[in-house]
């Protein structure tokens, strides 16, 4: 209970800290909407004064005389009148600021953790779900900055709270220390709200982003979940988490159902006292009717500002947690440094890349990479070749800088990768992975990506080397032709050539392929790899491959075991001196007999 005390007076004290960061970055923005919720507080106590003013000087002489001066109705009506306007000024400018202010830092934050999300390397990202991450920059964001919404109010109204305590106080002292006996009651309202609404919302809060994650799970893998007929056990996963985030919702709805009720009522039960208290002050010629009339319409009003108040901490929970939760990206630890020296962007010839004892591990102590080292020589193809789990994909992040290594070094021309200045690296490698992605967009958006110094020429000449001219002219658009959401319109090799071409339109110098053809017809795969290295790019090539047609393209073959350089040699060469190695390209090359043969046994 303890901790939990503590916990609750930090959540007030964070919270404030968090609107703080708002109010010295938009500073100007948060005068903008506090000067209005000011004047809207100050003429909302003036509309007590006017009704003050109206019952002595228009609504008792009119009772005690019978009729009513039309100059002293133009007055009363040119009061209120006023007042409401410029009441309503206040109001616009509070709600203009507060939600200008909220979606100026809504989008700020987005941007940073955006920004953050790019800079970090893959490990990291590696780390966290998908979904959590979405979940940091969407609902965590808004949470965070939700209480800038009822911030200038809360200031206002604690202004106008101020002015009617001293208004009432002037009016009769004896009616406003009655009057304000309600206030100990309105506070421990408040506090007992607080008290149990509080872990409630921060459970809430930490339920939708598990919620989120989940849901992003679901449909990244809609494909596995309906093959594999677990629609009803993921419909269960995803219901779990909605009836928990329900049940909370709903303990705090109940707890918010009894708070505002009481909140109204106290107010209400404080104007009876104070009309019962001013009648026999009245009745005694202790003051005045319209002192009595305007203390029970400014205790009426001042319990707005306590209610305001009250919102503004009901947020504080939401937003400390997404805040954190969205600090913790941005403080996120393992930005790449990056040198200052510039790749060779000479498009004629291929890079040098050397590997020199290279070593990577993941969080375990067990090494993935150790000690790998080989050379591709400019305009050479080396394959890599091992298996699973041997490191084959962890290499290719290494080489394309997505991580960095423990030990060793890569070398491009000469040059370690990490004195290469930001950017520099994209210029001259570029990678196709095993799993290719495509953007809901036309042909020539998933290859260009938005680069303007491409034309159609450039395009179509990619996609030729891709061998995917052929089937992109056959669309009914041909370039402008939508893929859909991941490229759904297309088969598994059709997309890992639209990936191909996106990465050779660029023209570098060392392309690295990750099983990038796969997918891809052995005969049309040969084409690919013959057009790579006869089609006058250059290129160097760095292939992950497991067919035998595939790897006998290759100039020079590095067989990987356990992370381990195991051989390095012609595929001929090695064929014929390890075991190990025609033990493994001969078991794919006989496993990728016998499933063509149960194809042409079976075709259904």
Avoid: C
Avoid at 78 to 88: K, T
Avoid at 212 to 228: P, Q, R
Avoid at 317 to 344: C, N, W
Avoid at 367 to 393: M, Q, W
């Amino acid at each position: 209970m303890t901790d939990q005390r503590r916990s609750r007076r930090g959540t007030t004290r964070e919270g404030f800290a968090v609107l703080a960061v708002a109010i010295r970055r938009e500073p100007w923005i948060f005068t903008l909407s506090t000067v209005g919720s000011l004047l809207f507080g100050a003429l909302t106590v003036a509309d007590a004064w006017v009704l003050g003013w109206a019952t002595d000087h228009v609504v008792l002489p009119a009772f005690r005389d019978g009729e009513i001066g039309a100059d002293m109705l133009l007055a009363v009506l040119a009061l209120f009148v006023g007042v409401a306007i410029l009441r309503a000024v206040g109001i616009v400018a509070r709600r203009l600021g507060a939600g200008v202010m909220q979606y100026r830092m809504q989008a700020h934050t987005r941007r940073a953790v955006t920004r953050q999300y790019l800079t970090l390397p893959m490990e990291w990202h590696q780390r966290h779900p998908t979904g959590q991450l979405l979940s940091n920059a969407n609902s965590d964001v808004e949470a965070a900055w939700g209480p800038i919404a009822p911030l200038p109010m809360a200031v206002g109204t604690l202004a106008m709270m101020v002015i009617a305590i001293a208004q009432m106080f002037a009016a009769d002292v004896v009616m406003a220390l009655v009057g304000l006996l309600v206030f100990p009651a309105v506070v421990l309202a408040n506090l007992a709200y607080q008290r149990r609404a509080s872990p409630l919302m921060t459970k809430a809060q930490q339920l939708r982003a598990e919620l989120s994650e989940v849901a992003h799970e679901s449909f990244d893998g809609a494909m596995v979940v309906k093959t594999l007929g677990r629609e009803t056990e993921e419909t269960g996963r995803f219901a779990d988490k909605a009836l928990a985030l329900r049940d909370v919702n709903i303990r705090a709805g109940r707890i918010r159902a009894a708070f505002d009720p009481t909140l109204a009522a106290l107010p209400n039960v404080g104007v009876l006292i104070v009309l019962a208290v001013g009648v026999e002050r009245v009745l005694h010629g202790a003051t005045d009717p319209g002192d009595v009339v305007t203390i029970a319409y400014l205790l009426t009003i001042v319990s707005f500002p306590i209610r305001s108040i009250g919102w503004l901490l009901g947020e504080f929970p939401r937003s400390v947690v997404g805040f954190d939760r969205v600090q913790h990206v941005l403080r996120a630890t393992g930005e790449m440094a990056y040198g200052d020296r510039e790749a060779d962007r000479d498009s004629g010839s291929g890079a040098r890349l050397s590997v020199e004892h290279l070593a990577y591990r993941y969080d375990t102590d067990q090494g993935l990479l150790e000690d790998v080292s080989f050379t591709v020589e400019p305009g050479r193809t080396v394959a890599v070749v091992g298996a699973t789990a041997s490191g084959k994909s962890t290499l290719t992040h290494l080489l394309t800088r997505l991580v960095d290594p423990d030990g060793g070094r890569i070398l491009l021309d000469g040059t370690d990768l990490r004195d290469l200045a930001r950017g520099q690296l994209a210029e001259t490698v570029a990678i196709v992975p095993q799993t290719a992605f495509l953007f809901d967009d036309t042909v020539r958006g998933n290859i260009t990506l938005g680069a303007t110094d491409l034309t159609d020429d450039d395009v179509w000449a990619a996609l030729r080397a891709a061998q995917a001219d052929g089937f992109v002219a056959a669309l009914p658009e041909g370039l402008d032709s939508r893929l859909g959401e991941r490229g759904t319109s297309l088969s598994g090799g059709q997309r890992q050539r639209i990936s191909l071409a996106r990465a050779l339109v660029r023209r570098p110098r060392l392309l690295i392929l990750d099983d990038a053809t796969s997918a891809v017809d052995p005969e049309v795969e040969a084409r690919i790899l013959e057009a790579l290295r006869s089609g006058g790019t250059g290129a160097s090539l760095v292939v992950v491959a497991y067919r035998k047609a595939t790897i006998g393209l290759a100039d020079e073959v590095v067989h990987l075991e356990d992370g381990r350089v195991a051989d390095r040699g012609t595929h001929a060469d090695l064929l014929e001196r390890s075991p190990a190695y025609a033990r493994l390209v001969n078991a794919y090359e006989h496993s990728a007999l016998d499933l063509g043969t149960e194809l042409v046994e079976d075709p259904s």
